[in-house]
């Protein structure tokens, strides 16, 4: 019993140990992937910064592009809402729009998240697979949670949309208005939060224009 005890023990503070390492270097790569770029972030320096070996590192993650897919995702699920929470809250639909709407306009317009997607622009046309992960982790992954949502909003008699995945996307290319724009190149005035949340309202407001009522306008997914 003792001997099973001690095992126990000693598999806990190796998953433990695994994990601070893993951790390490996925904030290791984080911080050099923003400031450095993909290009100029090689394994060795992520390694380094993580006071771990690179064959650590490579046990950890397959490989650069792994790591550069785990960070766009971590940085996305730092704040996003989950279905079941916003479907758990029995609010009104425009208020579970709104809601949804403020998490992810304050994530698309982040410190890490702009340094990641201008980071992708500059890198795009010499690393089109850097930008296809990144959609997929990132902005692929906002429009099918969005999607799922709506269709709890269908269920449960909000809406009669036949495409959701296309009534979310624009609802997040509603959300990005130019206020996005305006952050990706780093123009001023930065939008404070009164006026984040002013457009988030109207933004919801279009939204239900488009697609509440008795006849819904039809839209369809063409990607």
Do not use: W
Request: include cysteine.
């Amino acid at each position: 019993m003792k001997k099973k005890i001690q095992t126990t023990i000693k598999k806990v503070a190796r998953r433990s140990r695994d994990e601070m390492k893993h951790e390490a270097i996925l904030k290791a790569a984080t911080r050099l992937f923003l400031k450095n770029g993909y290009t100029n972030t090689s394994m060795d320096a992520i390694a380094d910064m993580a006071r771990v070996t690179k064959q650590t590192v490579y046990s950890h993650y397959n490989n650069k592009d792994a790591l550069f897919t785990k960070m766009v995702t971590s940085l996305c699920e730092r704040q996003e809402p989950t279905v079941a929470t916003l479907e758990a809250s029995g609010q009104d639909a425009e208020t579970l729009l709104y809601k949804i709407g403020i998490v992810f306009l304050d994530m698309m317009t982040s410190k890490d998240v702009l340094a990641a997607t201008r980071l992708v622009i500059a890198e795009a046309n010499q690393h089109p697979k850097l930008a296809e992960l990144y959609y997929e982790a990132g902005t692929h992954k906002l429009i099918e949670m969005l999607s799922q949502f709506l269709e709890l909003l269908n269920k449960r008699g909000d809406f009669s949309i036949k495409d959701t995945g296309s009534a979310a996307s624009y609802y997040l290319a509603i959300l990005k208005g130019r206020f996005y724009l305006r952050m990706i190149l780093a123009l001023k005035p930065v939008p404070d939060k009164e006026d984040k949340e002013f457009h988030v309202r109207e933004s919801v407001q279009i939204f239900m224009r488009m697609y509440a009522g008795a006849t819904p306008l039809e839209t369809k997914s063409i990607f």
